[in-house]
């Protein structure tokens, strides 16, 4: 039973390029959640996903950050014309319907670095 | 979101000694989560507590959530080297909310 597979682990983009980080919940899950986190701070919440809707967004930047969660295939977090200030790690959790994000499982995360 | 503070930032600890660590919050929160995270991986949940005054053991592991609902503490018993990690806890501020709030961590390092 997989868990949450996110790709790529690891993500090189020169200032002004476009990042796409996908992510596959787990096999049952509907719900999916992307955090943020900066080297040595805690993950923080960016949006809140459920198949072919924006439930919360209010942790994304209002520019150039966008997410979605088709009906088929994986969820991606897109970031168009990435800034150094865009590096980071960014974590995406799934859940099954009807739950908490308490019963999130995290995947294991896309490295983001912006040269 | 809201503010959660974790203390310590990180400590060195011998092999064999127990380790305590703490959160709190200025707001209230209906759980307190603890997740570990070791380097290159994501945060994996530890333990979940969802009423105040409970106090849960997971193996060498043990959380509280504290009477205010303002704080809670893991405490890690006869620690081993493979305890080496970042401890997180986090909270969620209603029971049916999905938003997590994170502590910035405790970096433990185990000295054989």
């Known amino acids: 039973n997989a868990g949450v597979m996110q790709n790529p682990r690891h993500l090189v983009r020169r200032r002004g390029q476009e990042a796409r980080l996908r992510c596959s919940p787990m096999?049952?899950?509907?719900?999916v959640y992307w955090y943020r986190q900066l080297p040595e701070e805690g993950l923080k919440f960016m949006v809140y996903l459920q198949k072919e809707n924006i439930i919360d967004e209010s942790g994304m930047p209002k520019e150039r950050f966008s997410a979605e969660f088709p009906k088929e295939g994986p969820s991606i977090l897109r970031i168009q014309q990435v800034v150094r200030g865009d590096s980071a790690a960014y974590f995406c959790a799934s859940s099954p319907m009807g739950s908490q994000g308490t019963e999130a499982f995290f995947g294991q995360g896309t490295r983001l670095t912006v040269v | 979101g809201q503010q959660l503070n974790q203390s310590p930032q990180s400590m060195f600890i011998q092999e064999g000694e127990d380790v305590s660590m703490n959160c709190t919050s200025s707001?209230?929160?209906?759980?307190w989560l603890w997740y570990k995270q070791e380097p290159g991986e994501g945060p994996v949940l530890l333990i979940a507590l969802y009423k105040a005054g409970e106090l849960t053991s997971n193996g060498r592991l043990t959380a509280q959530f504290g009477i205010t609902r303002k704080d809670s503490f893991l405490n890690i018993s006869a620690s081993i080297p493979s305890d080496v990690g970042i401890y997180f806890c986090a909270g969620q501020a209603r029971s049916n909310d999905y938003k997590l709030s994170f502590g910035a961590g405790t970096t433990v390092t185990v000295r054989a």
């Open positions: 707001s209230i929160f209906n759980t």
């Open positions: 096999k049952g899950h509907s719900h």
